[in-house]
């Protein structure tokens, strides 16, 4: 019994001995009438970026422009060598406000998803004052070929019930069609096939996530059922004939099912 007592001491002394104390590193000090650089809140955190695109520019905002005013930058990539980050931003006198260019190399890889974040110093701050501005920017970056193809109105009849005005895009790369956030609500992107004559359409994902969230029931899920190109005499889904495209969905919550509605993307006008 007395030897475990000792070895149980020894094991307790030996793992006392491998702690080692942290040093404390505290932050530097905020100078509430020093610099405050920032960046602006109109930068959007998902940038994309054409096939052909060299760079692409961030808005630095600071509060006192009294003088010029050199400020150090970090970016951080999730894969090195695909952006090219300045080291510093220059505020010239009198100048609150200018464009921090990214320079996009020839590592980037078409539709794959970057993540970019850029920091600035927090001596160039007030990291610790309550205000929204904000001394980092984080941003998803992605390169691709969609192009406008048709402008048009996405006609819903089942949430809204009305038309609003949307774009009809086209990657020559993927050979697919694409409408961004239909609903106007951060749900999925439509994609399908479609050859451009005929009035097959082949969709892109079996269910797309609506961004449509239920009062009750959560978030809506938009079924595919069938989808095509059709030509609509005057009086079916405009006064003048038209052509559209037609999803048909069944539109289901984790509880259950609300049915069996259409949508449209009716085609007004041909960009190119």
Not at 45 to 57: G, N, R
Not at 99 to 124: A, Q, R
Not at 178 to 190: A, E, L, Q, S, Y
Request: glycine share 8%; hydrophobic share 40%.
């Amino acid at each position: 019994m007395k030897k475990n007592i000792i070895l149980m001491a020894l094991a307790l002394a030996g793992m006392v001995a491998c702690e080692q104390s942290v040093p404390y590193e505290p932050g530097a000090p905020m100078d509430l009438n020093g610099p405050n650089v920032y960046f602006s809140s109109t930068n959007s955190s998902s940038i994309i970026l054409a096939s052909d695109a060299k760079e692409f520019e961030i808005a630095v905002i600071r509060d006192n422009a009294s003088s010029a005013l050199s400020v150090p930058v970090e970016g951080l990539c999730t894969i090195e060598g695909i952006f090219e980050v300045p080291e510093k931003v220059e505020f010239p006198s009198g100048v609150d406000s200018v464009s921090l260019k990214i320079g996009v190399t020839e590592k980037i890889e078409m539709f794959e998803d970057y993540t970019l974040t850029i920091n600035i110093p927090e001596e160039y701050t007030h990291a610790y004052a309550l205000q929204d501005e904000v001394p980092s920017f984080t941003g998803k970056i992605v390169k691709e070929d969609y192009a406008p193809y048709a402008n048009g109105l996405y006609y819903d009849t089942f949430w809204e019930g009305n038309a609003w005005d949307a774009v009809l895009e086209y990657s020559a790369l993927l050979e697919t069609y694409r409408i961004r956030n239909p609903w106007g609500t951060g749900g999925d992107d439509f994609t399908f096939a479609w050859d451009g004559s005929s009035e097959t359409v082949t969709m892109g994902a079996k269910a797309y996530a609506t961004g449509i969230v239920h009062p009750s029931y959560g978030g809506i899920t938009a079924n595919v059922l069938a989808a095509g190109y059709y030509h609509f005499g005057a009086g079916e889904l405009l006064e003048e004939a038209c052509d559209a495209f037609q999803f048909y969905f069944q539109w289901t919550v984790s509880a259950g099912s609300f049915g069996e509605y259409p949508e449209f993307f009716i085609v007004t006008e041909l960009v190119n």
